[in-house]
């Protein structure tokens, strides 16, 4: 059975947006702001709870509950709308937060609670 070719441009699309919120995720798990960044249009508007929206690339960097509406630029898809939904926060020191490496590694430095018999 032939596919029309607006059946496959759909898996195409689908199949690139799984890859852009993949890398955005995998920017917040290494740290990496660039990637993150990467994912966004550059004039992204982004909704805070009942604040105006932030516009642009320069004005916001979060990462919590998002409802996104993206769209196809040349480059890719990218994420050109958000509704970002405080769940909830709270204050921690800033050398609190540590890279997912770094929490690998402490991880497997631990003892098991048990022995192997």
């Known amino acids: 059975m032939a596919q029309s070719s607006s059946e496959i441009q759909y ?31 550059d004039d992204v508007q982004c909704h805070y709870d009942k604040r105006a929206p932030t516009k642009g690339i320069e004005a916001f960097m979060r990462s919590l509950r998002y409802l996104d509406r993206m769209r196809r630029v040349k480059s890719g898809w990218r994420i050109s709308d958000r509704i970002h939904t405080l769940d909830w926060s709270c204050q921690v020191p800033a050398n609190f937060a540590i890279t997912l490496a770094q929490r690998v590694s402490n991880r497997s430095d631990r003892a098991l609670p048990f022995s192997e018999a």
């Open 11 to 41: 898996l195409i699309d689908r199949a690139a947006i799984h890859d852009l919120l993949t890398r955005y995720f995998q920017g917040l798990d290494r740290g990496s702001p660039e990637q993150v960044r990467s994912c966004f249009t």
